[in-house]
């Protein structure tokens, strides 16, 4: 007997009226469209250069945002983590999207299409941490 592995999903109400979008997320989050075969087959060339470095299966852990976990990890390549989290925190706050949930205020990640009007203010922001930084 194949066992199936199954995710439940429970909401609130305020959140029905987008639930094909939260639907799309969830399942991009566990890639649930992935192709295990195509994926080795495209990345497989790699262990010419480290020999058994991937390995058929292994995952990268999913985002619900794509945007967000790139720009995480560039930031996180640039500063401790510790300084990226603040950094992360302040970019959020400077779009200040944010949601009402339960009687709070729930930050959003922001969109791509924002990141391209305050270019030059997130990078003085990373000099300025990476001077200080030093």
Do not use: H, W
């Amino acid at each position: 007997m194949i066992q199936r592995k199954v995710v439940y999903l429970t909401i609130t109400d305020e959140l029905l009226k987008v639930l094909p979008e939260i639907i799309t997320k969830i399942k991009n989050q566990f890639d649930i469209y992935a192709e295990p075969n195509n994926i080795y087959e495209s990345i497989k060339g790699i262990n010419n250069i480290v020999p058994g470095l991937f390995i058929k299966g292994t995952r990268i852990p999913g985002c619900i945002n794509d945007f967000k976990i790139c720009v995480r990890a560039i930031i996180g390549q640039l500063v401790s983590v510790k300084l990226a989290r603040t950094i992360l925190k302040r970019i959020i706050e400077i779009f200040d999207d944010k949601i009402k949930y339960n009687e709070e205020d729930l930050y959003l990640f922001p969109a791509p299409e924002k990141f391209l009007n305050l270019n030059n203010e997130i990078t003085n922001m990373l000099d300025s941490f990476r001077i200080t930084q030093c």
